[in-house]
Structure formats: structure tokens, C-alpha cells
């Protein structure tokens, strides 16, 4: 019983789950490259891989608190890509869900218009 609920809500929301699963990809990735671009270089704030965990959470939830920031050229070109997936991943989560929510609507309006004979 479970699994075939598990399967329907990943079959009706496989958009949500390639998003996060695209997310928590850049997340882990990202956060790993800026700590190994970072950790050793004198005057770097990002130290340990919690702390780079939390800047890539932080920087793909385009929040930046600024309590952590890469100083070193290659963690900021790092950062620059993981605003931009970030963005671009909330602007693909808000279409998926605006694209969903308009058919629903487009479907009532055609079950109540639809001529009944």
C-alpha cells in the first residue's frame, strides 16, 4: 500500500522531485569545491565542510546571510554559479507549480463549460 503511494506522489510531482534532487546535487557539490578551494588559503572564513554546507545552502537559497563568503577567485566564480542555479531553480519550482495550477483551472472551466446534451 505504501509503495504505491510513494509511486503516485513521485509520478505527479516528478517536476518537484528532479528540482530538489537537482538542488541538493548543487548543494553538495558546490559546498565540497568551495571548501576545497578555501580551507587552506590564509584569511578564509569557510574552514570546515559544515560551514561550506551551510554557505552552499545559504548561497543556492539566495539568502547570503554574509557569515561565511569565499575570498579566493575560484570560490567565487563557484559562488557566482550556484546563485545563478539557484535562481534558476526557484524560477523552474515556481513555473512547474503555476503551470499545474493553471491546467487544474483550465480543466474545471472546461467540465463546467462543456455542453451537456
Do not use: C
Not at 565542510?49 to 563557484?78: E, F, K, R
Amino acid at each position: 500500500m505504501r509503495i504505491d503511494y510513494l509511486s503516485t506522489i513521485l509520478k505527479t510531482n516528478m517536476d518537484i522531485v528532479v528540482l530538489t534532487v537537482l538542488a541538493s546535487t548543487i548543494v553538495v557539490f558546490g559546498g565540497i569545491a568551495v571548501y576545497l578551494a578555501e580551507h587552506h588559503h590564509e584569511g578564509a572564513n569557510i574552514t570546515k565542510i559544515g560551514d561550506a554546507l551551510w554557505w552552499a545552502v545559504v548561497t543556492v537559497a539566495t539568502v547570503g546571510y554574509g557569515d561565511y563568503y569565499p575570498v579566493t577567485t575560484v570560490g567565487q566564480i563557484i559562488t557566482v554559479f550556484m546563485m545563478l542555479s539557484g535562481i534558476g531553480t526557484f524560477v523552474l519550482l515556481v513555473g512547474s507549480l503555476s503551470q499545474r495550477r493553471l491546467q487544474r483551472t483550465e480543466s474545471r472551466l472546461k467540465r463546467k463549460l462543456k455542453p451537456e446534451y
